[in-house]
């Protein structure tokens, strides 16, 4: 039962995973939606929205801009809530171990979107002969980055349910825990510093604009 709803959460990760860049932009692959989701569906909608929310906080701070990739936030929300419910029954590590896998979820998101760029020929190639087939190329690249996101979700989370059978995360609850508990405070100075700056900046260039007019 408990892998089954590893498995079952973990598509659902990759399939609502795909509203963050391939299909709908709903705002439903979020991590503070989907902390409450993958919370409901194992039990712990509380601890899933607490992790979904902080997660979110953490990776504000991170701009796609240029051919950087920034960590993915459903699939650590997602793995956050998993490893919650299946392996630590720990907060604090659980939340940890998911932003962490979250920052190497955008590894792989760069190995497919290298993978995705060398369709562009057969593509090319396709429209030239006028036999392009839009539906398939679409179909193929939702297919190939939902399974990749619901596999890395199941692996990650399978790995330490199984590795809870050998090693006793108790051990470090005291030094998570610690940390988990400053968490909330360093995210929101960092929010305040940034909007502190991000104002300070406008009022600025207000000003440079209003000595430009006279």
Not at 27 to 33: E, N
Not at 196 to 210: D, I
Request: aromatic letters at 12%; proline letters at 3%.
């Amino acid at each position: 039962m408990e892998i089954t709803r590893i498995i079952i959460s973990g598509f659902i990760g990759g399939i609502f995973h795909l509203d963050n860049v391939q299909f709908g932009q709903f705002f439903l692959s979020r991590p503070s939606f989907m902390g409450i989701l993958i919370g409901c569906l194992n039990g712990c909608p509380v601890e899933g929205a607490v992790m979904g929310i902080l997660i979110e906080l953490i990776y504000s701070d991170f701009l796609p801009l240029g051919g950087s990739v920034s960590p993915n936030g459903s699939v650590a929300a997602s793995c956050a809530v998993l490893l919650y419910a299946h392996s630590f029954q720990n907060v604090s590590l659980a939340f940890f171990v998911a932003v962490f896998a979250g920052a190497l979820y955008s590894k792989v998101e760069f190995f497919l979107r290298k993978k995705r760029s060398a369709w562009n020929a057969e593509m090319e190639m396709e429209i030239n002969e006028n036999r392009f087939k839009i539906n398939y190329w679409i179909m193929k690249a939702l297919m190939m980055e939902g399974a990749a996101a619901a596999g890395f979700i199941i692996a990650v989370s399978l790995v330490f349910n199984v590795a809870g059978k050998i090693c006793n995360y108790a051990t470090v609850f005291p030094v998570t825990d610690l940390a988990f508990s400053l968490v909330p405070w360093i995210v929101l100075t960092a929010l305040i510093l940034k909007f502190r700056r991000q104002v300070m900046g406008c009022k600025l260039r207000k000003s440079q604009e209003t000595v430009k007019n006279k």
